[in-house]
């Protein structure tokens, strides 16, 4: 028999999922509704390291502040994969910017359309087969009549030719939906699945980030902090306008500008922040080069990716970090996980529940992700009720330190020890309403990170029924 998966989006994590597919001799084809030019984002994303490594793509080496290699970009605009500045230290400024504290930055600035054309290149090679120009409509899907999750199976998904209008089923042993957050077809399926469920506003930020033209002219302006003409370089102001607003130099002549805010926030519009931040940085020029709008989903991930035939991966399933939004190296962890997890299903000609499950393992039990995750999403929550001025308090006072800071974007949750909750203690006594917050905060959000390290490794529906109502 032929295994056959197909895959909706063509975005990093559908890409890879192909690509690892195909060279394993399973037969998968994409359904994407853009055209190949039109892949990615037309802005460069900071991009976790170890997934692109993870990914195989050829790594640059770090000289100095600058990477070195094969897909680095030679000048600015080159055709690259990689941006030439490197970060590997990044300034994280409370949102009064009465402090700071430097951190160790885990990401590099990476073509987000270069990456998904280069990504989707390997999964041609290898032999999978890409249909531009398809929207996803739905699942296929039968019910037993029981109302569970165990009696869902999906066989296939529609899917619509955008040129021609003709509607195809396309039926398959797996379906993957890795179309982003748009999540089309997991919301197709009966709510009892637990699956369908929709994001809620509260789960998106709205970020808008453009590549200006960048020529300080003056020392001051590149170093001097405090000067009205400063460039803040490589910095993130965390906390301000409950996002964060940011810059990133691209090489000797661009940077990029960002900043995102919650994004039922009324009245703020992170286009107006970065604008006022360019008017006060005479060394960022007039004219976008290259840029952008959207949501961004920052929510805590779904609980479960898998039903018999059928896996969510990336932004569809919520994958990315709550604290800053990032969500290209998750993706494309799950790309990776998920064609582990099919070929070894396939092997077996199998595509149920109980052997699908592994993902759900790989992200709660085997990677750090889900539990960081969703506890990260429970700090956020809590950050973002705090004033500039409570944030800047707990800022000036190591409340929220360098490595809470440095942990929260790049992703990672950590405990805090019983050493440090006294130290929070010591340092909080001046405010204690934030101090209660803080504690509350973390004490919740340890503790779901902990309920989270207990996720049900096998498929168990009463243990996984148990596991969420305790979540
Ligand atoms: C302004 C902005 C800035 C960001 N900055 C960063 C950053 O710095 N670092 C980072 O890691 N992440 C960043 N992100 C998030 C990042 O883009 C996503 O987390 C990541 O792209 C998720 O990958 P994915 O493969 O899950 O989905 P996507 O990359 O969203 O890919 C989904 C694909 O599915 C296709 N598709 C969608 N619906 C359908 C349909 N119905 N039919 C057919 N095809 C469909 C889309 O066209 C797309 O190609 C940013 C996002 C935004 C909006």
Known sequence: MTYKAVILGAGPGGAVLARDLAQNGIDVTIFEQNTFKQLGHDWSDAVEVSALKAAGLEMPTLKGLQWK????????????????????????????????????????????????????????????????????????????????????????????????????????DIVIE?????????????????LADPFEPGDFALVHREVRPYRPETEAEIIEPGSAAEIIPDHYRYGYNTGYQWTHIHN?????????????????????????????????????????????????????????????????????????????????????????????????????????????????????????FAALSELRIMLQTLTHEELDFLYSQDLLDAVTLQNAVNGCFTPPGFAKKLKSLRGGLARPSILVKLNRAITSAARVYGHCRNYPPAWDAEAYRQWKARL
């Open 252 to 372: 000797e002549e661009q940077i990029d500008v960002g900043a995102g805010v919650k994004s039922d926030l009324p009245g703020v519009d992170p286009k107006d922040i970065i604008e006022d931040f360019i008017a006060d940085h005479p060394a960022i020029k007039e004219g976008q080069i290259r840029g952008g709008r959207s949501l961004c989903i920052v929510g805590r991930p779904l609980t479960n990716f898998v039903a018999r035939g059928f896996i969510v991966i990336g932004d569809a399933a919520s994958t990315s970090v709550p604290t800053t939004g990032c969500g290209a190296g998750s993706a494309i962890y799950a790309g990776l996980w998920g064609a582990e997890v099919i070929i070894e299903a396939a092997a077996e000609e199998r595509n149920d529940l109980e052997k699908l499950w592994a993902i759900n393992r790989k992200f709660y039990l085997e990677s750090h992700r889900g539990p960081s």
């Open 178 to 194: 890795s179309s982003g957050f748009q999540s089309i077809l997991r919301k197709s399926l009966p709510a009892y699945s637990g």
């Open 69 to 172: 290699g094969s897909l680095v970009k030679e000048m600015p605009g080159g055709s690259g994969v990689f941006e030439k500045h490197a970060v590997p230290r990044l300034r994280v400024y409370s949102p009064g910017k009465k402090s700071y504290k430097d951190i160790e930055f885990k990401m590099i600035t990476t073509d987000r359309r270069r990456l998904s054309q280069v990504l989707v290149e390997q999964a041609e090679a290898a032999g999978a087969e890409i249909k531009y120009r398809h929207r996803g409509k739905g699942l296929l899907f039968r019910e037993s009549g029981t109302e569970t999750l165990e009696g869902l199976e999906v066989y296939g998904l529609t899917v619509q030719n955008i040129e021609t209008g003709e509607e195809i089923k396309a039926e398959a």
